[in-house]
């Protein structure tokens, strides 16, 4: 009878971790100016969340950089039209950029970076894109961030 209640208890915590929600996601760049997803979907229940870059490509960041920068979908073309002025060292971002909720730095090939922030930020109602500020990247590199 113990093994049977303590199986069920063990069944149980499983089933609940399985139900948790995922809060975070792994979004790979490439060599040809892409990310590998388009979207990002961002559980309610998550306090913070957490976004690790990668970059598969071969090319260094100052040929191929990429970065990734959340903001409100409004904001997207004019932070990373203002960010080019900023350069490589600021990972093409203005500083003290109110606009931007979340960014990773400027990583090139085999490299990594990631960023967590405050889920609370953002509002299930508003419109939100994640993109790469590296000169002329945004028309490929990004996608949508929803909170569900």
């Avoid at 191929?64 to 920068?69: E, K, S």
């Avoid at 003290?96 to 509002?123: M, N, W, Y």
């Avoid at 508003?126 to 490929?140: L, R, V, W």
Wanted: aromatic content about 6%; glycine content about 6%.
């Amino acid at each position: 009878m113990f093994a049977k209640v303590v199986a069920v208890s063990l069944l149980t915590l499983a089933s609940g971790q399985l139900l948790a929600a995922e809060c975070k996601a792994t979004v790979d760049s490439t060599d040809q100016m892409s990310y590998n997803t388009k979207e990002i979907t961002i559980d309610k229940s998550c306090k913070t969340f957490t976004v690790e870059l990668t970059h598969s490509g071969s090319l260094p960041k100052n040929v191929m950089g990429h970065n990734w920068v959340l903001s409100k979908e409004a904001d997207t073309q004019a932070i990373a039209t203002d960010g080019i002025a900023a350069g490589i060292d600021k990972s093409y971002l203005k500083d003290g950029d109110t606009r931007v909720i979340a960014h990773t730095k400027i990583i090139g090939a085999g490299e990594k970076d990631s960023v967590t922030f405050d889920v609370s930020k953002l509002k299930a109602d508003e419109k939100y894109n994640f993109f790469c500020t590296f000169p002329g990247h945004i028309s490929m590199m990004k996608g949508t961030v929803t909170l569900k």
